[in-house]
């Protein structure tokens, strides 16, 4: 069964990057049955997909944030990674990696599970 | 981007009782080529990540209660709780995976009357 677990700082300055792992185990991240993704939810607000990623390494982003956000993968590591950049106090949020399944027929992920215990980032100087 | 609206916000039952939580989708969610409903909900309690309660509108995820079902095709859709227990006090969340992106609604606080 698969599990996530993010890592990362805790506390970002304004107009630094941000940068998050998550560690997969439980199965490949090679694997062509998942896509990789992020999504974040500022305190006492809604859920956002940043964006997600292919084992071939084919990526969505969010439109919204698309200019500043990076995601990889690091398949020695079974990782993957999120970095977003020119960061304000808006981007303060619990941060969540999570699988989707590869959708056959749309091409696209599907529901997101299984989800990590998510972690919390601070923008602030 | 596809909009995804919930409600009520918020919604307050008594234990026992029946809570229905409405999501409407702002274009069809309903894929033609396998005639499924790209629509997923969730449940959120303090301090922990959403989990996954129900896929394909209607599909319940495995060890998920049989009091919880979801229903509708097209752009409406429901998530029913048959009979309220304690442990279902949660925020509720609807989401759209037709597209990219995906998009959530706004959730929707569910209470003990």
């Known amino acids: 069964q698969l599990q996530l677990q993010e890592s990362g700082p805790g506390l970002v300055k304004p107009s630094e990057t941000l940068s998050l792992t998550c560690t997969v185990s439980g199965g490949s991240i090679s694997s062509s049955s998942y896509y990789w993704g992020w999504i974040r939810q500022p305190p006492g607000k809604g859920l956002e997909w940043i964006g997600s990623i292919y084992y071939s390494g084919s990526t969505y982003y969010n439109p919204s944030l698309k200019s500043r956000v990076t995601i990889s993968v690091d398949t020695s590591k079974n990782q993957f990674s999120l970095k977003l950049s020119s960061v304000t106090a808006a981007d303060t949020a619990v941060y969540y990696c999570?699988?989707?399944?590869?959708?056959?027929?749309?091409?696209?992920?599907?529901?997101?599970?299984?989800w990590g215990q998510g972690t919390l980032v601070t923008v602030s100087s | 981007d596809i909009v995804m609206t919930q409600s009520p916000d918020s919604l307050a039952v008594s234990l026992g009782e029946r809570a229905t939580i409405n999501c409407k989708s702002s274009q069809s969610v309903l894929y033609s080529s396998n005639n499924k409903n790209y629509l997923a909900w969730y449940q959120e309690k303090p301090g922990q990540p959403p989990k996954l309660l129900i896929y394909w509108a209607s599909t319940r995820e495995s060890g998920v209660p049989d009091r919880f079902s979801g229903s509708g095709s097209g752009t409406d859709f429901t998530l029913t709780i048959s009979s309220l227990q304690a442990e279902d006090v949660a925020v509720y969340y609807c989401?759209?995976?037709?597209?990219?992106?995906?998009?959530f609604g706004q959730g929707t606080k569910l209470e003990i009357k």
């Open positions: 999570a699988t989707s399944t590869y959708d056959f027929w749309s091409g696209y992920p599907n529901w997101f599970d299984p």
């Open positions: 989401q759209q995976y037709y597209g990219t992106p995906p998009t």
